[in-house]
């Protein structure tokens, strides 16, 4: 048993966990902001990005140390594969809770105004998603990240909808073309979360089974 | 040209002790082929049963088919034929300690009758030169002797000797355990060379070594043949639990 190089692979797995934590209070303080239009919140969102960068840029090198200094193998090294890949994807995820952060900003201005857009409902599908395809990471169960993977097409109807509704808003009260551009940016900033949450599921899934299912891929039974 | 070994239902024993228990598998000519496990898992038993090696020992016996290409090792052919046509390279560099380099190179050659001394010469060269050492010995061939070299280079020296009477195989018994990485590291340029020309089975206990050089896999563990697959999938998603924890070091 290789106890120190268990040890390392613990390690990896909390910060990236601690990474998921930063990212998820980012997502949810963007999601409360456009509920609030609480533009406070939305700097929290902007001045959490330097630390999720800086997080991706630590959790990548110690990967990167592990592969060279440890020379993992099957299901180790699937597990360092995964984590990189889900790191990227949780910086992504921040990247759109900033996008989200900016357009409330803007939205601000237009409080009152109706948006014919369940963007709350949105945010908290595709919140539930990034939830759950880290519980999956954490628990190594990839029943419950092929869960996540079915959520998505939910996220990506809603989208579409808002992209009709919104589309139409914009044809009928041009003067309002700018909220629902925002709106529209919004919608699409949560359905990127989603498609991140996916890939993170599928990254658990690539670890415990080592099968790669991105891409509706399925392998073929050995 | 290589050619392929189609091992079926080969048993060995060493006196009483079943060392090897019915391992059959395919091994592709003109590849690389990577034998790995814990020690006394049967790896090396296996590779000395493909020449007949095994039964040097007294106390040792073997049965099962091993065919290389249409011939039946066992029953075809005498032990020293098949050994011409199936080389091999040991742990430790075993130059003949008194030859000179040239000599060590033709031993194989004179024993089997060869006195020409315009062949000889031919085939020392390019035996030499198929091992990669002929720049580095060129001008001493008759000067040293084999035991001067350092031990790459003595490495390099076996396995031209291996290939001086012209094998079709060549089993290679963890060949750059002994060698400092640069050494190692052109003992595996040459399988990687080697391989167009022959077949090469390669006992090993560096995994990454077998992942670098070797096609296929082969996992024996307690003297059976656990998992054998192509090398990518042996070291990114072995079948069973027994490779997994073995490769990932939770073995034991």
Same mark, same amino acid.
Request: hydrophobic residues 40%; glycine residues 6%.
């Given at each position: 048993?290789?106890i ?9 797995k909390e ?11 980012a997502i949810?303080r963007?999601t409360?902001?456009?509920s609030?239009?609480?533009t ?6 902007? *001045?959490?990005?330097? +630390?999720?960068?800086r997080?991706?840029r630590? %959790?990548?090198?110690? !990967?990167?140390?592990?592969? =060279? /200094?440890?020379?993992?193998?099957a ?7 995964a984590v990189?890949?889900?790191n ?5 995820v921040g990247?759109?809770?900033?996008g989200?952060?900016?357009?409330v900003k803007d *939205?601000?201005?237009? +409080? ?5 857009v369940d %963007?709350?409902?949105? !945010?908290?599908?595709?919140? =539930? /998603?990034?939830?759950?395809?880290l519980?999956a990471f ?16 939910q996220?990506?109807?809603?989208n579409?909808e ?9 044809k009928?009260?041009p003067?309002m073309s700018?909220q629902a551009?925002? !709106? ?14 996916t ?5 658990v899934?690539?670890w415990v089974?080592?099968a790669d299912?991105?891409?509706g891929w399925?392998?073929?039974?050995d | 040209m290589?050619?392929g070994i189609r ?14 228990k ?8 003109n ?5 790995i ?9 296996f590779?000395?049963?493909?020449n007949r090696?095994?039964?040097?020992n ?17 029953k ?11 080389g091999m390279?040991f742990?430790?560099p075993n130059p003949f300690p008194?030859?000179?380099?040239y000599?060590n ?6 024993l ?16 030499l030169k ?11 061939l ?5 035991a001067s070299l350092?031990?790459g280079?003595q ?10 009477v012209?094998?079709?195989?060549l ?5 750059a355990s002994a060698?400092?990485?640069?050494s ?5 340029d040459l399988i ?6 022959y077949?090469i ?8 070594q077998?992942a670098r050089?070797a096609?296929?896999?082969?996992f ?5 043949l656990v998992?054998?697959?192509p090398?990518?999938?042996i ?18």
């Open positions: 048993m290789r120190n190089f268990q040890q390392k692979l613990d390690e990896l910060r990236l966990l601690v990474m998921a934590g930063l990212v998820e209070q949810q963007a409360e902001a456009y609030t239009r609480d406070e919140l939305c700097e929290l969102v902007k *001045l959490s990005e330097p +630390a999720i960068n997080m991706e630590e %959790i990548d090198q110690a !990967a990167l140390d592990l592969l =060279a /200094m440890e020379q993992p193998m299901v180790d090294l699937r597990f360092i594969i990189i890949r889900i990227a994807d949780l910086e992504r990247d759109q809770a900033v989200i952060a900016g357009r *939205l601000g201005m237009f +409080a009152n105004l109706d948006i014919p %963007i709350p409902k949105l !945010a908290s599908l595709s919140q =539930a /998603m990034v939830r759950k395809a519980q954490i628990e190594g169960d990839a029943d419950l990240a092929q869960s996540v993977l079915t959520l998505d097409d996220v990506d109807e809603m579409r808002a992209f009709r509704s919104l589309g139409e808003l914009i009928t009260k003067e700018s551009l925002n !709106a529209l940016i919004i919608s699409r900033n949560l359905e990127r979360v989603g498609d991140h949450a890939n993170i599921a599928e990254d899934i690539f089974r080592g299912v991105r891409h399925a392998p073929e039974e | 290589g050619v091992v079926e239902n080969l048993n060995a024993w060493y006196g009483p002790t079943h060392t090897l019915d391992v059959s598998l395919h091994i592709p000519a590849r690389a082929t990577a034998l496990g814990p020690s006394g898992c049967g790896k090396s038993t590779v000395r049963c493909l090696m095994h039964e040097t007294p106390t040792a016996r073997a049965e099962g088919t091993v065919m290389m290409g249409d011939l039946d090792i066992y075809d052919a005498a032990p020293v034929e098949i050994r011409r046509r199936i390279v742990q430790r008194t030859m000179s380099i000599d190179v033709a031993s194989g050659l004179k089997n009758g060869f006195r020409k001394r315009r062949i000889l010469d031919e085939i020392v060269e390019r035996s198929q091992a990669a050492l002929w720049e580095e010995v060129k001008d001493d008759k000067k040293k002797s084999g350092s031990g280079q490495q390099r020296l076996c396995i031209a000797r291996a290939l001086a012209d094998p079709e195989v089993l290679m018994d963890e060949p060698l400092d990485p640069v190692t590291s052109k003992i595996e990687f060379q080697l391989k167009s020309q077949t089975v390669i006992v090993t206990h560096n995994m990454q077998a050089v096609e296929n896999t082969g024996f563990l307690t003297g059976k998992e054998f697959a090398t990518h999938k070291f990114t998603m072995p079948s069973d639990k027994r490779t997994e924890d073995y490769i990932t070091g939770r073995f034991g």
